[in-house]
């Protein structure tokens, strides 16, 4: 019984030792507007500015990120307030390094600023913002994905969304514009069992065993 002990305490040890850490695929992105600031329309005199990730982020498998901080800037009176309705058009690019092949891809997502009634001004914000399909511009969405596939089979598929709106130019929080990156690859798992793996059927093998001796052990006292 003792020596079974020490074989499962060992067994266990080297088990822990051995378990391989569950990790993701590496990559890294930046992103940018594709200009610091969209104007009101003609006659405002404010708009919103988007600073996007300049500084490379590395990152580890599926996460969320965030594409642009928007901050709104205005002069303009609650009477007679800034506003989006023709303008507000932006666009903001997010570039992907895949750490394993060092290749980078860009995506590339449209976007539109739009106002209520209030519009904003030195002391308001009611901003409101519509996504649109590249595939299709005319189509407005409130979020929509786009997929890059490499030839490793490594995907990465990157869905925009949610829109935060900001608050107004007082405001010490910036609004934002973030994205969800879902990555995969094929499984490299099934050809060969784990040492993990191995050392739990070595165990249960063991314990069987050791179950079996206790029972022939008792019978001949028994007998």
Known sequence: ??????????????????????????????????????????GGTGGVSLQGQTTSVP?????????????????ASVSNPDMFKTGGQYSVTLTITDTAT?????????????????GFSSSS???????????DPSM????????????NGTSYTVTIGP???PGPPTASNAGSIAAHVDVSSPSTQGSSPEPSTMILSGLGVSLLGGAA?????LALRLA
């Open 59 to 75: 990152a580890n498998g599926t996460t969320d990120i965030q594409l642009l901080n928007l901050t709104v800037f205005s002069t």
């Open 140 to 151: 407005p969405v409130q979020s929509w994905s786009q997929t890059w596939n490499l030839s």
């Open 163 to 165: 829109y935060s709106p």
């Open 213 to 217: 001796w206790r029972r022939r052990r």
């Open 125 to 135: 914000a009611n901003i409101q913002n519509t996504f649109f399909n590249n595939n």
């Open 1 to 42: 019984m003792k020596r079974l002990s020490l074989f499962t305490s060992a067994a266990f040890a080297v088990l822990l030792a051995t378990a391989p850490a569950r990790a993701g695929l590496l990559w890294s992105y930046t992103s940018s507007p594709s200009s610091v600031s969209v104007p009101a329309d003609p």
């Open 102 to 118: 060092n290749t980078p891809h860009t995506f590339t997502f449209d976007g539109k600023l739009s106002t209520t009634v209030d």
